[in-house]
Antibody, heavy 121, light 107 residues
Framework: EVQLVESGGGLVQPGGSLRLSCTASGFTFSSYWMSWVRQAPGKGLEWVANIKQDGSGNYYVDSVKGRFTISRDNARNSLYLQMNSLRAEDTAVYYC??????????????WGQGTMVTVSS | EIVLTQSPATLSLSPGERATLSCRASQSVRNYLAWYQQKPGQSPRLLIYDASNRATGIPARFSGSGSGTDFTLTISSLEPEDFAVYYCQQRSNWPLTFGGGTRVEIK
């Protein structure tokens, strides 16, 4: 079964850091672009970051540039999002998503269940 | 940044009726537009990619059309499980962007 499982969310104070992880199974992880997409409580979807198959290219929405870093470990079938200098407006459910090769750089065909990040004092 | 505007914000329909959802882009996205369905407490699900291609396992009652700046998602006959929020999303330009969503609710 093709699956993405996120972890690492939680409550963090403004200015703090958090590292999200996403573990993939059921497909050849190293063959796909991967993404992070977030959804603030009661709001719509917002793309956050993308990474190429070999990690050579990273792309970010402007609001997280310089604060968030997307990375991957193909040997571990894992995707990461390092989030620094967190702000209240980063509070959201963070989804890991797969990008099919024919729809790069960004149509999302498989989604994880999401992990909640709450930034509050 | 390409802005995607979805209309209407809410669509109130009965099971069996036809649903027509609109997504308008602030500039051409060619045919690089996708549609997703999201139910409460669930992750989004890809329905349509590249404007008119159904994703794997998506019923034929879902269809997409359009190109350039104007796109439509049509649900030919609403089933009870189709009442949800629908989002469009473009992959033509960075940053990737989503529309604000259309809620399809039971009338």
């Amino acid at each position: 079964e093709v699956q993405l499982v996120e972890s690492g969310g939680g409550l963090v104070q403004p200015g703090g850091s958090l590292r999200l992880s996403c573990t993939a199974s059921g497909f050849t992880f190293s063959s796909y672009w991967m993404s992070w997409v977030r959804q603030a409580p009661g709001k719509g979807l917002e793309w956050v970051a993308n990474i190429k198959q070999d990690g050579s290219g990273n792309y970010y929405v402007d609001s997280v540039k310089g604060r968030f870093t997307i990375s991957r470990d193909n040997a571990r079938n894992s995707l990461y999002l390092q989030m620094n200098s967190l702000r209240a407006e980063d509070t959201a459910v963070y989804y890991c998503a797969r990008v099919p090769a024919a729809a790069a750089p960004g149509t999302f065909d498989i989604w994880g269940q999401g992990t909640m990040v709450t930034v509050s004092s | 940044e390409i802005v995607l505007t979805q209309s209407p914000a809410t669509l109130s329909l009965s099971p069996g009726e036809r649903a027509t959802l609109s997504c308008r882009a602030s500039q051409s996205v060619r045919n690089y537009l996708a549609w997703y369905q999201q139910k409460p407490g669930q992750s989004p699900r890809l329905l349509i990619y590249d404007a008119s291609n159904r994703a794997t396992g998506i019923p034929a009652r879902f269809s997409g059309s359009g190109s350039g700046t104007d796109f439509t998602l049509t649900i030919s006959s609403l089933e009870p499980e189709d009442f949800a929020v629908y989002y469009c999303q473009q992959r033509s330009n960075w940053p990737l962007t989503f529309g604000g969503g259309t809620r399809v609710e039971i009338k």
